[in-house]
């Protein structure tokens, strides 16, 4: 059997078993079309050392590592299906390994950048405006706590009182942390929820503080009873309009991140946010150890007596 019998048996397997859209279907075909002209011997008869071969050429060439992992899957799967059909006794690709893509480190929100939307969010809660008391209590609360989105729109309304210096939260898999709650936030909660008692008051709806363990902190009259994540991605891109800065740079992930990047150039302990974050694992949380290299370079250069200076 050719080489192109095999390629066009494979493809025809991942158009019927799998669905694969024509787009992706010639990329495959590319990407394998290229392997076996850089191949010593047929399909049926090249081995590892020719795919290691294969890929180290991809490397001289320059090529990025997202496209030399993305021909190696390729040629993997194509030897995988003709060991699962009985074309050949072993994958001569099984063992070996894909290059490791580069960690993309999170797009954050500088700290001036942070400055500026908190700024305009409480400016404009000037007229004393529910909805822009509401923005503004959302906004210090996310960039106070690093909660998940999620988090924070379905904490119930009990949560958060004048005292309050932490909030019990319940994360993934329904795990509880507790996470410090700073005082310009709950100030900025406060003012929020005393609107939000006056508006309910003034439509004749009954609100007992010191039982709300029913309401959430964030009402909405959606199915799920509290404002949605969409929702508040809208009201932050309005309020990045307003501040002058770039909506697509504005989220309510964005804003985790520089929580926790933030926490970690000004000293804070790896472990310390990882606890607040709510990362089950300390790898999770390490896609942060690039602002702790540039903290421990800068104390070396600065601190260290024999630094130029």
Known sequence: MSDADLVDQFLEMLAAERARAVNSLLAYRRDIEDFIASAPRSLLEVDAEAVRAYLASLHKQGLKVSTVARRLSAIRQLFLFMFSEGLRGDNPAKNIESPRLPQALPKILSD???????????????GGNIKTLRAHALLETLYATGLRISELVSLPRRAVGPDTT?????????????????????????????ALSEEAAGKGVAVDRSDTASGFLFPSRGVEGHLTRRRVGQMLKALAVDAGLEPSGVSPHKLRHAFA??????????????????????????????????????????????ADG
């Open 112 to 126: 001036s950048q942070v400055e500026k939307l908190l700024d305009t969010a409480e400016q404009a809660t000037a």
């Open 166 to 194: 932490m909030i019990m939260v319940r994360g993934k898999g329904g795990r509880e942390r507790m996470v410090p709650l700073g005082g310009k936030a709950r100030r900025a909660l406060m003012a929020y929820l005393e």
């Open 261 to 306: 990047t933030h926490l970690l150039s000004n000293g804070a302990d790896l472990r310390a946010v990882q606890q607040m974050l709510g990362h089950a694992d300390i790898s999770t949380t390490q896609i942060y150890t690039h602002v702790l290299e540039e903290r421990l370079k800068s104390l070396v250069l600065t601190k260290h007596p024999l």
